[in-house]
């Protein structure tokens, strides 16, 4: 079965989520969705999230899941909100617990912050299969932008979270904590073995230069024939070079700090403090 996508744009931080629905039925699942979140204020809203909800309410969809790439670093998932509100179970891969274990002594969190993961409903393995209502999809562990990036596999669609982006604009970057762009190269390396006329789903656009709009769904053979930095004939050996490179000049994204905090806990904000309020911390280096 291929299911009926709908995509969502957030152009706060060039975002897609999608609601993936079965094709003659009412059953769904929410892919990578998006908490609005101003750094400057530090205040949370719903509008990105609140798409989502009218859309399945309008159609009368049942969400089985809510479900993560991986634990993003541009953006806070609603996935707490949007439980509250639809419900469904949250998924990620289970190499989470590698991510988790790096954050927590990164930000110092609470002692017993657990990094098993059980903070999620789910934690998906590799080839593992479930189910959307009837609809069947498969989990391909993808990783090297982080070591738990998994995609989403139904029917002839991929979900593939932050392994590329589209053909004009390359690949994700992999010098976040247990990246690795050799890793990077063979997962996309599996996902180039699908079917050529398998449509590939992507995370985020930042609109490469030369094109006015905002893009978000290529096929296999696309990004094989044309992918500015992992195309047919690049060898690993360049593609690593280029792929460090690039990253060498990267800053860090805008939202890194908060958006690690929130989504390793699946979504929950910080318990808060003696006064009462959740605070995010900050580290200050030199």
């Not at 859309?55 to 953006?75: K, Y």
């Not at 999620?120 to 959307?132: K, P, V």
């Not at 800053?251 to 403090?273: K, T, Y």
């Amino acid at each position: 079965m291929d299911p009926r996508v709908t995509a969502f744009f957030d152009p706060a931080t060039y975002t897609i989520s999608y609601i993936i629905a079965e094709p003659d039925g009412d059953h769904c699942a929410i892919i990578d969705s998006v908490l609005d979140y101003n750094p400057r204020s530090g205040r949370v809203s719903h509008s990105s999230a609140d798409q989502l909800i009218a859309h399945v309410r309008e159609n009368d969809l049942t969400v089985d899941w809510i479900l993560e790439t991986h634990a993003h670093a541009d953006h806070l998932t609603a996935a707490p909100y949007l439980i509250e509100a639809v419900g469904g179970k949250t998924g990620i891969g289970e190499h989470v617990t590698q991510v988790q274990e790096v954050f927590k002594g990164f930000f110092n969190l609470e002692s017993d912050f657990p990094v098993d993961g059980s903070q999620f409903d789910h934690l998906f393995t590799d080839g593992e299969e479930f189910q959307i209502g009837a609809m069947a999809a498969q989990i391909m562990h993808t990783p090297g932008h982080t070591p738990a990036c998994i995609a989403y596999v139904i029917g002839k669609s991929v979900f593939v979270g932050d392994t590329m982006f589209m053909p004009d604009y390359g690949t994700a970057r992999c010098d976040f904590p247990g990246g690795d762009a050799a890793a990077l190269y063979k997962s996309i390396g599996k996902i180039f073995g699908l079917s050529a006329d398998t449509k590939l789903y992507m995370c985020h656009d930042y609109m490469a230069p030369g094109r006015d709009f905002y893009a978000w769904e290529t096929t296999v053979a696309a990004q094989v024939a044309e992918n500015i930095m992992i195309r047919e004939g690049v060898s690993e050996d360049n593609f690593v070079a280029e792929r460090k490179r690039r990253d060498a000049d990267l800053e860090a994204p805008v939202l890194l700090l908060p958006s690690v905090q929130v989504n390793i806990r699946a979504g929950h904000i910080p318990p808060p403090e003696g006064n009462g309020v959740s605070y995010l911390k900050i580290p200050i280096r030199d």
